[in-house]
C-alpha cells in the first residue's frame, strides 16, 4: 500500500517556476516508478514524467520537455516535479501516481497507475 501527498502547488506568472513534491508512504517508496500527470478542466488525465525506482529511466511528455525536470530522493521518499517556463496550457491539477507492481518500468497511461495523491492546483496566468 502506497499512501502519496502532493504539495507545492500555486498561481505563477507565465515564464515563472513551481517546484511540486510528492511524499509517499510506506518503507517500499524506493522500489516503485513514480509518475506525474495532469488534468485540466474538461480534459481527460494526461502523462507528464515519470521516472524508474532507481531514476535510470525518465520519460518527459512532449509539451514539458526540456522545461520540466522530474527527481527523487528515496530516502526522504519523495518524488519532485521542477516546473520551469511555465505556460498557462500547464494550468491544471497534478497528480503524483504509482503503479501496483514494484520494479515495474510501467507505461505512460494513467490506469497503469493504481495509487495517487489528492492532487495539487497549478495556474499559470499570462
Known amino acids: 500500500q502506497v499512501q502519496l501527498v502532493e504539495s507545492g502547488g500555486g498561481l505563477v506568472q507565465a515564464g515563472g517556476s513551481l517546484r511540486l513534491s510528492c511524499a509517499a508512504s510506506?518503507?517500499?517508496?524506493?522500489?516503485?516508478?513514480m509518475g506525474w500527470f495532469r488534468q485540466a478542466p474538461g480534459k481527460e488525465r494526461e502523462f507528464v514524467a515519470r521516472i524508474s525506482w532507481s531514476g535510470f529511466s525518465i520519460t518527459y511528455a512532449d509539451s514539458v520537455k526540456g522545461r520540466f525536470t522530474i527527481s527523487r530522493d528515496n530516502a526522504k521518499r519523495t518524488v519532485y516535479l521542477q516546473m520551469n517556463s511555465l505556460k498557462p496550457e500547464d494550468t491544471a491539477v497534478y497528480y503524483c501516481?504509482?503503479?501496483?507492481?514494484?520494479?515495474?518500468?510501467?507505461?505512460?497511461?494513467?490506469?497503469?497507475?493504481?495509487?495517487w495523491g489528492q492532487g495539487t492546483q497549478v495556474t499559470v496566468s499570462s
Open positions: 501516481a504509482a503503479p501496483a507492481g514494484t520494479y515495474s518500468l510501467v507505461g505512460l497511461a494513467p490506469y497503469e497507475y493504481i495509487y
Open positions: 510506506g518503507r517500499t517508496f524506493s522500489s516503485y516508478t
